[in-house]
């Protein structure tokens, strides 16, 4: 039996400011009284934090960037909702006794108050793919341990997730992740060379933040995915397709030792998986658009180019590697995004930096989150002297900024 409609479940958002933080706040809104909020945290949008706090009626509000408090206390004067700020506040605010938490924060500055909703075995609805690519040992450790259990967002592993055998996970042949190939999937190298930060942020098909667009842009979220797909179903990575599908329509696909071939469909919106793990194991309604497969009409796919997009293979690389090299991966993937955007790098020179980092900093086992913190800190130190050898300043920024980010 599901979440009946006069069932509550209590809710923390973790990263409610964001993309898929603002698609769970627009479902919630339309059942306030079947999801009341236990707590939502931003980094620094503190005006929208504030707004959904009161429309929510939430209980705490956190914002990382602590010197946004007093505004934060201002704006909620009178509410009733408490408010707190900086990194512990948003890892005690995944402590807190909500059913689910959403852990919608981008990067690997999500971790920590992840791994904290884990560990107190809360229903994790887990949007934060960088958590398990840094420490998918350890996520799925602790989940075991303290009878967590953890329901995937993204799209793809959402898809999977509906479609796949748990009971009788020996049936599975493989899993195909489907891509829509982003916004440059028929430029050829030199125009790719060119691209701009603008260009590569502008999706064709889903609405998303200016680092998991630009990650699409180079297939390195398809990447990521396969490494998160890893984990979260126990498949090894030579079971692991990934299918350019530029319609998004089919949002990925299981395939089974009979050759039968189970696929998840649905129009290009995040709140239908979110949708799915806020009522699982049942359903809930949601505006999204219905699929009307006559009015599309073609469905095709395509192999991905690794030569265009070498992302793929630095994944694979990663995983077949294992200990903290997808830590190393992830972490220098973000420097490099990070100066993509500000306009320090070329396109080209983000899985340039990723590759060259991957191959000169050393991975070692993941028994603790403090090998993951050492691991990406070293990662990203060597990624900003590849970037800029003479700027030891924003090498600490940059690191600072990506494990705190919210």
């Not at 009971?167 to 493989?174: E, F, K, L, T, V």
């Not at 049942?282 to 395509?302: C, K, Q, S, Y």
Request: net charge negative; aromatic share 4%; hydrophobic share 45%.
């Amino acid at each position: 039996m599901g979440l009946s409609n006069n069932a509550s479940r209590s809710i923390t958002i973790l990263g409610s400011t964001g993309s898929v933080g603002r698609s769970t706040v627009d479902l919630i809104a339309r059942e306030p009284e079947r999801f009341p909020i236990e707590a939502l945290t931003a980094q620094s949008n503190v005006s929208l934090l504030a707004e959904q706090a009161v429309s929510l009626k939430a209980k705490l509000a956190v914002i990382g960037d602590e010197a946004l408090l007093p505004e934060l206390r201002q704006r909620l004067a009178g509410s009733g909702v408490e408010t707190a700020a900086g990194v512990a506040a948003i890892v005690e605010a995944a402590d807190r006794p909500a059913d689910l938490v959403m852990a919608a924060i981008v990067g690997a500055a999500g971790l920590e108050p992840t791994l904290a909703a884990v560990r107190r075995g809360a229903l994790v609805a887990l949007a934060n793919k960088e958590s398990l690519v840094c420490a998918g040992p350890l996520v799925m450790r602790e989940a075991a341990l303290h009878g967590a259990t953890i329901l995937p967002v993204d799209s793809e592993h959402n898809a999977i997730f509906q479609v796949f055998d748990f009971d009788n996970p020996d049936s599975i042949d493989r899993i195909i992740l489907t891509a829509s190939g982003g916004p440059f999937r028929t430029l050829n190298l030199s125009e790719m060379r060119e691209v701009t930060p603008a260009q590569a942020i502008a999706h064709p098909v889903w609405s998303m933040g200016a680092k998991i667009s630009v990650d699409s842009a180079t297939l390195m979220n398809k990447g990521l995915e396969l490494i998160e797909a890893s984990f979260l179903f126990s498949v090894p990575e030579t079971k692991i397709e990934v299918l350019i599908h530029p319609q998004s329509v089919i949002h990925s696909m299981v395939s089974y030792v009979d050759g039968s071939v189970l696929a998840q469909l649905g129009t290009p919106d995040m709140r239908t998986p979110i949708s799915v793990a806020l009522a699982w194991p049942g359903r809930m309604a949601t505006p999204a658009a219905r699929l009307d497969l006559a009015a599309i009409a073609r469905l095709t796919f395509e192999v991905p180019d690794f030569a265009r997009f070498p992302a793929l293979n630095l994944t694979r690389q990663a995983l077949q590697s294992g200990g903290s090299a997808p830590t190393i991966l992830n972490a220098a993937n973000e420097v490099a995004v990070d100066a993509f955007l500000n306009g320090r790098i070329g396109f080209l020179d983000i899985t340039r930096i990723v590759e060259q980092t991957l191959s000169r900093v050393p991975s070692g086992p993941l028994g603790e989150l403090a090998a993951v913190h050492e691991a990406d800190g070293a990662a990203r130190r060597y990624a900003m002297q590849l970037i800029d050898p003479t700027d030891d300043d924003r090498v600490v920024r940059v690191q600072t900024r990506g494990r705190n980010r919210r």
